[in-house]
């Protein structure tokens, strides 16, 4: 487990990387579904160790330049089955208790965190999406939606 530093010492947030040893933690593998069940017990394995539940996420499935806004109402979908998953590339959120979770292979995950705000921000940093500007527009929707202040950003 390895946590992010400069997000370590920002109160609120926290930003995390499974390893080998949580095993597979994606329901798909270059377009080759993987077994659920497996993946859904190497998720509440590796989420244990963290004291977090799998039902407290939002899981991102990768796929569409699209930026979605969670809330509560979203718990649960993409972690425990792929059926529920909503395709997008960045997620934003302001809900308190609910994490996001994104499984990358050679793409970066870009973390954004409004400590004012207390709004969070994760999105695929992939080759496409950084052409697209990506990280651009999931900014200017978090400060449409949550009033975020640019310049109050940690992004990581």
């Known amino acids: 487990m390895y946590q992010l530093p400069k997000f370590s010492k920002l109160k ?11 095993g597979n933690q994606a329901f798909s593998i270059l377009g080759v579904p993987q077994p659920a069940d497996e993946v859904v017990e190497n ?16 899981g991102m499935h990768v796929g569409d330049p699209k930026i ?4 509560r109402s ?6 425990i089955s792929p059926k ?8 934003i959120t302001n809900t308190k208790g609910l994490f996001l979770f994104l499984v990358t292979a050679d ?9 004012i705000t207390h709004s969070l921000g994760l999105a695929h940093g992939s080759r496409q999406m950084t052409t697209q500007k990506l990280v651009t527009l999931a900014v200017e929707q978090m400060k449409q939606e949550f009033g975020t202040n640019p310049n109050d950003l940690h992004i990581g």
């Not at 998720?43 to 939002?58: A, W």
């Open 107 to 115: 793409c970066h995950p870009i973390i954004f965190f409004d400590p």
């Open 74 to 79: 979203f718990a649960s979908r993409g972690m």
């Open 12 to 22: 609120g947030v926290s930003h995390f990387t499974s390893t080998r040893e949580y």
């Open 84 to 91: 529920d998953a909503i395709k997008m590339e960045a997620l």
């Open 68 to 71: 979605v806004k969670v809330d």
């Open 43 to 58: 998720r509440k394995r590796f989420l244990g160790q963290l004291g977090l539940r799998i039902e407290s996420g939002v």
